[in-house]
């Protein structure tokens, strides 16, 4: 499949004696006058926001294990109201795991298991009914993938399986708009809500499953890899459709497109084999990176 | 910041985010469950227990004896006889009309209302009650020009009856299931395997004959060990098609064909007859013969298990 | 399916004859079908025309009317035709229906047991076990019936007092209506537990997934989704499992009684006790007579009666599933 055309990049050895954990972030003034040393020439969508934010979640001390495996070591993150976090890595470094730990979807595994905790407004999350949990925290999978019903049906559908006694389609309908609308598809599907779904272009399927997502009015939304089964319009559009919705959640993002962290996230986490290696504010993690393996990954190094 | 607490598991029990009537259902599958379990585990068990209650060796090895009393003596050494030769007649007919079907279908398949045709017809095959192809099997034998496969009697009337028209009409059990195995390993084979042999310059018969043919080899088998099972628990069949005589009975003086050509009887038949629904009055005979024939089909079921899952590890 | 892959260099002269010969082969197996399908009607039809639609109706004992057809007299002009088959018909669909409803119900259940809530180790012996259960002969579990249920009803369920009620009618024997429900659903039951399970667990991971994620809960997962994506397999399973129950001879002729009668529901608890016997096993208990012309037509009606029934089976399942490819379930 690739051409032989180029010749392939030079292979950079990772270099093992660099800084392991940082979590605190620097003070400014070390870095390069805003602009990003490692040749990220696309300018950022937003600048970077103050961190006020009302932290939402909270992970400490988190190890997840896959049979006596860990796939997470020790990772320690906040995730805030009205920002983006952006989690970045090669594959395999367990970002995909720690974000399916935070709405507990890695117990549907059988060999999975973890240590440390996790709080959502300070409630361990253990200690909550796990359907409850699953509505303040939502989440939207790399494969847009839409049940096999009716565009209305889809979104409904948490909104009937929360409620303890169902709900009539007319109830329904203004929250089913309502989330259609913030996530942007409400325009194009509004003639027909009894379209089916799995007819949508793949765009439009995954904006669905974002309206899904929305329709409980979550607190904390979970996105793994969105846009990496889409064209570029598409994900230009649920980009555009995340920024709007980050003043009103908390979102964290699982990209492995470095260009897409750099574009939307407020805040980045690099994980490698498991471990958090830096965490801080974007402007500093890309443009002034302190772990000599974030400054490699970065710029395009390994992964 | 509370120290890392004990390995959390990963299941977790119900919780009270379940309405009562998610509970109920659930409570339901349980109860189906166990409800499962206890019916096969006595109808096992019981037949277990009866069987080796009156089953012995000289049963399997001496022959029936026509008696009004079937309790007393004889055993069943015939019915097994039979239903080994029609397991055996079933799939020796079925094998070439089957695998030929499949690989036409899936190698060839013009004109296309032939290929649908043929697919609907060995469906429609497949549902048809067996009763009503032993009656059709009964009308077929029965006509003149196919006198020679069985009795004819004075009078000029055509018996019908036979282990030929037997072995032919369950050859249409076993059909679709040797069908449908072929055609799903034909399937299986990649196109690129295909492609390789035409590239070397082989025709497509020989590359059906030398590569496919063989590579499909497990799933015919898998399909005919099916197909033979069905065979051997088919009773209607048997009761319409075999003449129904205890002993095998043959027609004419040639060595093999008088059988063929002649009545007998089967496990199936045997149980049938003895059973308080036929003629004999002997349910320990009975269950004695459905003890043999259900190790036999449990035998047999238990091979293909272990042959698929065997291949299923190594793929 | 796509055109199959052929040699690039143009049909072969053996390739042709291979061809034509396998295409002789499938064939054959068409001309077959299409032969039974008319011969059986052609055989079957004196007895239609001669009754009309009448056949299908009510009036008059139908084991008399059994026995007047075959003691009719060999001259063709004088052959006594006369025959209402309602009685095994209403037979066929009692025992028929009952059997699937109370096995698919129960299938489903069992299905999402074996498939969401088994422990692993009860999980690894049922399945087996229910592959097993599929295969065994149905002459077994007739004689099961007839030896030990059969007797259970007749002796300890129903009571001499009500024996002696319906005496003048019919005779209650244990040969019944129950026990053949009862055994025919535990004969279909299997299989369409085993379909069901595989279509359960070929549903895509990526909806069970997405639904977990928006908190529902374990059960409504699989209610909601699953069985929902399911539906075209379910479907198939009740018509394998119709027709499996429909062409069954021998075991219901074994306990569900050897007189034509036709229960009714108004006798209360005595409608599940009282004899039947549906079309496939009537063929049976009188397969002695197929040689006698007029009885042996009466007898191949109802078989074209079944053939026709199982085609109209497959139609129908067939076009239930059409619609259901709308919303993406894939059939």
């Known amino acids: 499949m690739s051409s032989a055309a180029t010749p392939p990049p030079p292979v950079r050895r990772i270099q093992v004696d660099a800084d392991p954990t940082v979590v605190a972030p620097s003070t400014p003034g070390t870095t390069n006058g805003g602009h990003s040393n490692v040749g990220l020439a696309a300018p950022r969508r937003r600048p970077h926001r103050a961190t006020d934010g009302l932290e939402r979640m909270r992970a400490e001390e988190l190890t997840v294990y896959y049979a006596d495996k860990p796939a997470v070591k020790g990772v320690t993150l906040p995730v805030r109201s009205g920002e983006v976090l952006s989690l970045i890595g090669p594959s395999g470094c367990g970002k995909t795991t720690l974000l399916r730990t935070l709405n507990r979807l890695t117990e549907l595994t059988a060999t999975a298991s973890f240590e440390g905790r996790i709080t959502l407004d300070g409630e361990d999350v253990l200690a909550q009914e796990v359907t409850s949990l699953r509505r303040r925290v939502s989440m939207v999978f790399q494969q847009p993938n839409p049940f096999p019903m009716s565009v209305f049906d889809n979104v409904a559908y948490a909104l009937r399986e929360q409620a303890s006694r169902r709900p009539g389609r007319d109830q329904l309908r203004p929250q089913v708009e309502e989330a259609l609308r913030r996530a942007g598809l409400w325009d194009e599907v509004a003639d027909d809500l009894s379209h089916p779904a799995l007819r949508l272009s793949g765009g439009q399927q995954q904006r669905l499953c974002i309206a899904r997502a929305l329709a409980v009015r979550p607190e904390v939304l979970l996105l793994d890899e969105p846009c990496s089964a889409l064209d570029p319009r598409s994900t230009a559009t649920i980009e555009e459709l995340i920024l709007k919705l980050r003043d009103e959640l908390a979102v964290v993002i699982v990209t492995h497109n470095l260009q897409q962290a750099y574009r939307i996230a407020d805040f980045v986490g690099f994980m490698y084999l498991g471990e958090l290696v830096e965490y801080g504010p974007a402007d500093q993690v890309f443009g002034d990176p302190r772990a000599k393996r974030t400054k490699d990954y970065i710029s395009g190094g390994f992964g | ?315 | 399916m796509a055109r199959p892959a052929s040699p690039a260099t143009g049909p072969h002269r053996s390739d042709k004859r291979a061809e034509l010969l396998l295409g002789a082969l499938a064939s054959v197996v068409l001309v077959l079908i299409a032969g039974m399908v008319v011969f059986v009607l052609a055989k079957a039809w004196p007895s239609f025309s001669h009754n009309g639609l009448a056949w299908f109706g009510s009036g008059g004992n139908v084991d008399t009317q059994l026995i007047d057809i075959f003691n009719s007299p060999a001259n063709p002009d004088k052959y006594e035709y006369t025959f209402h088959a309602w009685p095994l018909l209403y037979a066929t669909a009692l025992v028929t229906l009952g059997a699937v409803i109370v096995g698919l119900t129960f299938a489903l259940f069992a299905a999402i047991f074996i498939v969401e809530f088994a422990p692993n180790r009860l999980r690894a012996v049922l399945e087996p076990v229910v592959r097993l259960l599929a295969a065994v002969p149905s002459v077994i579990y007739g004689l099961i019936g007839i030896l030990v249920l059969v007797p259970f009803v007749g002796n300890h369920l129903i009571s001499q007092g009500r024996k002696e009620s319906v005496a003048y009618v019919v005779q209650l024997s244990g040969n019944s209506l129950a026990v053949a429900v009862v055994i025919l659903t535990v004969m279909i039951t299997p299989i369409m537990i085993a379909l069901i399970v595989d279509a359960l667990r070929t549903v895509p991971r990526s909806w069970t997934e997405g639904a977990h994620a928006l908190g529902a809960n374990r059960w409504r997962v699989v209610w909601t989704i699953a069985v929902r994506a399911a539906r075209p397999a379910i479907v198939g399973a009740c018509v394998l499992a119709t027709a499996r129950a429909l062409g069954e001879a021998i075991m219901l002729s074994m306990v569900s009684g050897s007189v034509g009668f036709a229960p009714n529901p108004l006798d209360g608890l005595t409608f599940f006790v009282e004899p039947v016997r549906p079309l496939a096993a009537t063929i049976v208990d009188n397969a002695e007579g197929l040689s006698v012309k007029p009885l042996g037509q009466t007898l191949y009606a109802f078989a074209a009666v079944l053939l026709i029934s199982s085609l109209f089976l497959s139609l129908g399942a067939w076009l239930v599933r059409q619609p259901m490819k709308r919303y993406g379930v894939r059939p």
């Open chain 2, 1 to 315: 910041m509370e120290a890392a607490t004990a390995r959390v598991p990963a299941a977790r029990p119900l919780e009270s985010g379940w309405r009562r009537s998610d509970r109920l259902f659930v409570g339901l599958c349980w109860a189906t469950g166990i409800l499962l379990c206890l019916i096969a585990g006595s109808l096992v068990l019981y037949m277990l227990f009866r069987g080796l209650q009156y089953v012995s060796v000289d049963l399997l090895t001496t022959h029936p004896v026509s008696d009004l009393d079937q309790s007393k003596t004889g055993g069943f050494l015939d019915p097994l006889i039979g239903t080994v030769i029609l397991a055996v007649m079933g799939t020796l007919i079925a094998l070439p009309l089957g695998v030929g079907a499949a690989v036409w279908l899936t190698e060839y398949g013009r004109p296309a209302w032939l290929a649908r045709s043929v697919e609907s017809g060995i469906e429609m095959v497949a549902g048809t009650p067996s009763i009503v192809l032993a009656i059709f099997g009964l009308l077929l034998f029965s006509q003149q020009f196919l006198s020679f496969l069985s009795f004819t009697a004075s009078g000029n009337a055509v018996f019908g009856r036979s282990f030929f028209a037997a072995g032919a009409m369950m050859s249409l059990i076993a059909l679709p299931l040797i069908f449908g195995a072929t055609r799903a390993a034909l399937q299986a084979i990649p196109s690129h395997v295909r492609e390789a042999s035409y590239a070397l310059g082989k025709t497509k018969a020989a590359t059906i004959r030398r590569v496919l043919l063989p590579m499909s080899r497990e799933g015919m088998a898998t399909g005919t060990a099916l197909g033979m099972g069905r065979i051997a628990g088919d009773t209607a069949i048997v009761v319409i098609l075999l003449g129904a005589t205890l002993r095998l009975q043959g027609v004419g003086d040639e060595p093999v064909l008088s059988t063929l050509r002649g009545t007998g009887s089967t496990l199936t038949s045997y149980v049938y007859n003895n059973s308080p629904a036929g003629e004999g009055n002997a349910p320990d005979k009975a269950y004695a013969a459905a003890f043999v024939l259900l190790m036999v089909v449990i035998a047999l079921n238990f091979g293909i298990d272990l042959f698929t899952s065997r291949r299923a590890r190594r793929a």
